[in-house]
Structures are given as structure tokens and as C-alpha cells.
């Protein structure tokens, strides 16, 4: 199969490192249907451990660039035009620069900005802004992950809502078959956990905008109330040894268990009996899905599309961010009632399926598709005067 005269999809990320929103590009362009379109994945930085699992029809393009500057965005420009791209696809705030320059350089490609959400609870900041604003008028289009990201980039950067995709993020159901109960047994004893444990898990970097350290307080406040809690915290960053000291201080080191990054995450989940997302801010969480895939009871935050994802008192319970006594009060609730967590199990996993993965790679596949069809609204690069976001 001849794939070189396919329209080509150039992917632009910091690396391929990970996280959410790495590991959902790379599931995306495995499955992804090389008889369509041709994929190249740029990365800023270093290619990153997760470039070793896109497939064979998948080229990865390091440009190693070194701070902020513009240097980044003219490489990506040499590379955009090397590739013969047809669209150049951000996929996420950090990258718009980059793009928009690469963009403005080669005013025959599509340029699409993707807003998988922000990694602090704050607003879009004055650089954000301004860079949609000016890709906008260059012609730009904007994919969001969620409904509450296409509200922050209307309300807050200005941006039209007829300009902007809702491409929601999926799960791979079958990976999150249920263990059989010996398998089950045996994870949690790896952690010292056992069948009368109340195990609640989490799955996600160790970054201040997580709120790791609401769920750490929760936990604590349980302790003597619920004595079998037990937290699972599976991911990896900058705070694991703040989080550490704050689980000795509050004298439940005993009960939590830090696993670092794993790739065995259908199997973690199969060990939980609560999943938590306590996160400050989000856009659509993955982990979210793949709890509802794995058959948990959720208790998330109101943050992003969460209450959208899983709606209060159906398939989980949903708790204002960074309120540590109502994410305790919502854990004793279904510690204390079994019956309510094999309700909301069994209503996560129909949910589930509602966000299959195989619907969010149709998606984005007509998307490119019905964006390469729609008229050329890039004409005005090349004469547009508006003022550019400064690189630094």
C-alpha cells in the first residue's frame, strides 16, 4: 500500500514522555487507519520513551530545541514543509507557539491548536491568550477534549465557538476485562493489602494541580472511622517526596503505597474498590474513564467534564475541588455501603461505553477529513498584521 501521497497530519508535542495526554495521541495513531491519512509526530524536546510504541507507519521527528525561543517554531517549519504537511495539529498550550509560527511559514497547511486543559487551576495567562487570538486570525482551528475547555477558550481567550471541536477523549473497554478473583488477591497482597481492605485508588502525575494532597488529608481524617482504608497512588512527579512527608506527618504512611509510574494499570485498578479524581482543574480525565471501564465506583471533583462524565448519585459522587472534609465524607459513604459502590460499579461500566475508543479515532479521522474538505481560511497569513505573542 502506497501511503506517501496521503494527506499528512504532523502531531506536535514537548515529547513523548508521558501523560494523559501523550499516552491518548500514541493509542490514537495506533489505531489509526494509515489508508486515510500519514502521521508524523514532532516532539519540541527529546523524543521521549513512548516514540518506541507508535507503529511502524508513524515517523517521529526530535527537534531538541532549547528553551523558548523562536528557533523551536522555525524548525518545526522546516519540518512541516519537509513532510509536505496538510495540517499541523498542536496538542496542547505549550506547543501553540511553536505551531502558530511553523503556521504562519506555511500558509498552505491547516493549523489546529488542541486544548487538552491546563496544568494549574488557574486561567488561560496573557501569553495563551494572545497566541489563540492571533492564531485565530490566521485562520486557526481549535480542538477541545471537553465542554469545559471550549467555554475557557470562548470566554477566555475569545475565541468563536463555530471554530472550535468538542473531540472527546475514549477508553479501550478491553482492556479492563475484571480479574478473576484469585488475580485479584494476589495484586493486592504485592501491597501489602487484603480482602477486608478498603482500597482507593488514584492514577496521575504528582503535580500540584492533582490535589494529591486533598485526598492524603481525606484519607487521614478516615483513619480511625474507617480503619481498613487503605490509598493506592500510582503515577510519578515532582511532589512525590512532598506527598511522602505529608503521608508520615499524618501518620498514614502505613496505609498508602506510591507505586511510580506502571503500565499495568487495568490490573492496579482491578485491586481498588473507590477511584478518586480530586483534581483542582481538568479538561477530560482518562484515568476517569478507565476506572469506569474497570467497573469502579468514581468520586471526582467538579472539575472539567467530570460531573459530565459521571454524574452525581448515578455512577459516582461528585465533590467541589480542594474541600478535603467532603471528599472524606464521600469516602465513608461508600466505604460503609457496599451495595451503593456494586450500583455505581455496574453503572460506570455501562457509562463506559459510551465513550468506546473506537468512536474517538472515527472522530478525529472525519474531523481531518472534513477540515481538509472545507474551504482554505488561511488566506489572510500572509497578509494578517495582528501582534504576535512574544516567544519568551
Known sequence: MDID?????????????????????????????????????????EAGSLSTRLPDHVACRAIAARGRSWSSGLALARTTRDCRAAVIHARNTGCWFDATVAGLLTPRCRLVLGFHGLKTDRALGRRQRRCARCAALLGARFVSVSEAGRRQLC??????????EVLRN?????????????????????????????????VGSLTPVKQHTTLLTAVAG??????????????????????????????????????GWREDIPALMQTMDVYVCSSASEGMNN????????????????????????????????????????????????AADPGLRRRLAEATGARAKQYDFDRTVHAYEE??????????????????????????
Do not use: W
Not at 470566554?155 to 472550535?164: F, V
Not at 476485562?177 to 481492605?197: H, K, M, P, Y
Not at 467534564?305 to 472534609?325: F, W
Not at 472534513?370 to 519568551?392: E, V, Y
Open 5 to 45: 501521497n496521503h494527506p499528512v497530519i504532523v502531531h506536535v508535542v514537548h515529547s513523548l514522555q508521558g501523560g494523559g495526554t501523550e499516552h491518548m495521541l500514541v493509542a490514537l495513531l495506533r489505531a489509526s487507519d494509515p489508508a486515510r491519512f500519514r502521521h508524523v509526530v514532532v516532539t519540541l524536546r
Open 155 to 164: 470566554d477566555q481567550a475569545g475565541i468563536r465557538a463555530d471554530r472550535i
Open 222 to 259: 478516615l483513619a480511625d472511622l474507617v480503619p481498613n482504608i487503605r490509598l493506592l497512588v500510582v503515577g510519578d512527579g515532582p511532589l512525590r517526596a512532598v506527598l511522602s512527608q505529608q503521608a508520615q506527618a499524618d501518620g498514614i504512611s502505613d496505609r498508602v503505597r506510591f507505586t
Open 367 to 392: 474531523y481531518y477529513r472534513t477540515l481538509l474538505a472545507t474551504p482554505d481560511l488561511n488566506a489572510a497569513r500572509m497578509t494578517s498584521t495582528a501582534p504576535f505573542p512574544h516567544a519568551g
Open 287 to 334: 484515568a476517569v474513564l478507565e476506572a469506569m471501564a474497570a467497573g469502579l465506583p468514581v468520586i471526582a471533583t467538579n472539575a472539567g467534564d467530570n460531573a459530565i462524565i459521571t454524574r452525581h448519585g448515578v455512577e459516582g459522587l461528585i465533590v467541589e475541588p480542594g474541600c478535603s472534609q467532603a471528599l472524606a465524607e464521600a469516602l465513608k459513604v461508600l
Open 170 to 202: 475514549g477508553v479501550n473497554l478491553h482492556r479492563f476485562e475484571r480479574l478473576q478473583n484469585g488475580a485479584r488477591t494476589r495484586l493486592r497482597a504485592d501491597f501489602q493489602f487484603d480482602d477486608t481492605s478498603f482500597v482507593v485508588g488514584i
